[in-house]
């Protein structure tokens, strides 16, 4: 440790990290707006330039190490009046639309010009000019409000790997976009939406269907069902003032009836029965010595980049859908006929934490005879959005259960949110099917670890099996080369996209600081320790389903209403 002056006052340092971080460390804000903690400083927009004494020009706190009696200044006029001007020539040639923007209030250059006094346009430039790109059925990118930070083009090259966008043009002229400007749609983007979290601005944001939905909950002819996940259970709370990671899936079920839903359900009976019906596949699997490892697909932000990148891995693939469609499929199958309801008057609202749902819903194996199992999809954030709409104060409200049949989930259908939530989920049930007994103690911590990659190993029948959980698209492009090389041999692998898996999916309020998602974690692992339905094969509903319609795991049912027809016959 060494010491540094900063504002007059002495503070410790450590020796070799960047500036910015010690002054984080010790409770000293400095805007910024390049700079991204997972990503080698660039200290290409200047925003966090302070003055250090004995330099002619402002440095960057974001890439400048601290050495032995450095004396800075963060905030003096000098400092202050570089960075004002900085945002005032970013907001020379930026449209003044702010009511009307999708991110006002949460924008950071809105933010950055409150801080600094900016209330007049001093500048005026060229107005920034481009084509709005709808063409992804997730995604919209409005280049006229990029302010060409680079983040999204970083996070999506370096940490995803996915290289969707890149910069365009030079001078006046650059701009972001896709390969040949061809649209989001011809991409290589994988619609998970993590471009949208790091945007500072309104050139990024989620296609919505808000008003697709206010119309279709007023029409007496629809029956208006809604399906949401875990992650949005333990996220929600945060747009609303709650601590983060509380659990308020029992507020969001008495906010949706509100509104005119008619049946408010939890995914997580889905996610049950994907559990039943993936662990018979892979024992089966297993004991034919076939098609291993085993590889998730209810990600389908990695479902996409595999089918692009990795098409010999699709005949690992489970044939199981996920979640979602599965909900889909049981209602507007055997709760249509329960109910006595033509299932194309019953729309299925899904509400996630995941932009690439919107892509997923829309897919050919989810749409038989073009009745979709799911109508629309909205994410965490504009669940916010939709709830505030309807004037409903979730202070105020009392809570109230998810329905009936479809409301009751195992803990283990929950805590497919968390990385390495799935594949412990199976060990429990498959561990139940091979030994008839319950697995004791339950919980697996070593698939509960905050590694990219988690590890459990077991041994049957004389052979040592591995399961994998991976979070991350460069952790799961690592894993495949070590696999290539034969250097690591795993039976099954479970795969999200995300970073963190759901709960820090593309759809989830934006700028959440990292202890939020420790928190979502711990909340979702809390409905494990506190629940009395562990498994997935004991869940009651879960049971009198296959009791009286689906039959068994496998079953001919059970294969036409969740599994999915184009990886069902692959060898």
């Not at 339905?533 to 068994?552: F, M, R, S």
Request: proline content about 5%; glycine content about 8%.
């Amino acid at each position: 440790m060494i010491e540094i002056e900063v504002n007059n006052k002495i503070i410790e340092a450590k020796k070799g990290e960047v500036l910015l971080s010690t002054l984080k460390r010790n409770g000293i804000h400095v805007p910024t707006l390049c700079y991204m903690k997972e990503l080698f400083p660039t200290g290409a927009c200047r925003m966090c330039a302070v003055e250090m004494e004995g330099m002619a020009n402002l440095i960057p706190a974001c890439s400048y190490p601290v050495n032995e009696w450095m004396r800075i200044k963060t905030h003096s006029p000098r400092v202050v009046s570089a960075r004002k001007m900085l945002v005032e020539l970013l907001l020379s040639n930026h449209p003044d639309d702010c009511l009307y923007c999708i991110r006002n209030g949460n924008c950071e250059l809105q933010k950055l010009a409150e801080e600094l006094n900016v209330h007049e346009r001093r500048f005026f430039g060229r107005r920034a000019k481009g084509r709005i790109d709808n063409s992804s059925p997730s995604i919209v990118h409005n280049p006229e409000k990029c302010i060409l930070c680079g983040r999204c083009v970083r996070y999506c090259d370096e940490i995803l790997r996915v290289s969707a966008i890149d910069f365009i043009g030079r001078g006046n002229s650059a701009t972001i976009g896709t390969e040949f400007n061809r649209g989001l749609n011809l991409s290589t983007c994988i619609d998970c939406g993590q471009c949208i979290m790091v945007c500072p601005t309104g050139a990024l944001h989620e296609k919505t269907n808000q008003n697709k939905i206010r119309q279709v909950i007023h029409d007496k002819t629809k029956h208006v069902v809604g399906v949401f996940d875990s992650g949005v259970a333990v996220s929600l709370a945060e747009e609303f003032g709650f601590k983060p990671g509380k659990n308020i899936e029992q507020l969001i079920s008495a906010a949706l009836r509100i509104i005119g839903f008619d049946k408010v359900y939890d995914s997580g009976f889905a996610a049950d029965l994907m559990i039943n019906e993936m662990t018979d596949e892979w024992l089966t699997r297993i004991e034919n010595n076939e098609n291993l490892p085993l590889i998730t697909t209810h990600c389908p932000a990695w479902v996409k980049y595999a089918e692009r990148n990795y098409p010999g891995l699709t005949g690992h693939f489970t044939s199981v859908n996920p979640p979602q469609e599965i909900m889909g499929s049981i209602i507007k199958n055997y709760y249509a006929h329960k109910a006595g309801l033509n299932r194309e008057n019953i729309y299925v609202v899904s509400l996630t934490t995941c932009t690439a749902r919107k892509e997923e819903k829309l897919r050919k194996a989810y749409t038989p005879h073009g009745i979709p199992h799911v109508d629309t999809v909205m994410t965490t954030r504009e669940l916010a959005e939709f709830i505030k709409l309807h004037g409903i104060d979730l202070n105020q409200i009392e809570e109230e259960l998810t329905d009936l049949p479809f409301g009751m989930s195992s803990t283990v259908g929950k805590m497919v949110a968390s990385p390495g939530g799935l594949a412990e989920g199976i060990v429990r049930t498959a561990f139940f099917k091979e030994n008839n007994r319950e697995l004791r103690p339950p919980r697996l911590t070593k698939l509960r670890n905050n590694k990219a990659r988690k590890e459990y190993r077991f041994r049957k029948n004389g052979r040592d099996y591995l399961m994998l959980a991976v979070h991350g698209l460069a952790e799961a492009i690592k894993l495949f080369k070590e696999m290539k090389l034969e250097q690591t041999k795993p039976d099954f692998i479970e795969i999200l996209a995300c970073k963190e898996g759901c709960l820090n999916g593309g759809g989830q309020p934006l700028r959440t600081p990292e202890n939020h998602i420790n928190l979502r974690r711990k909340a979702i692992y809390n409905i494990d320790n506190q629940g009395s339905i562990k498994t997935a094969h004991k869940n009651p509903e879960v049971e009198e389903l296959y009791a009286k319609y689906l039959g068994t795991p496998g079953s001919e049912k059970s294969v036409k209403l969740l599994y999915n027809p184009d990886l069902t016959h692959k060898e």
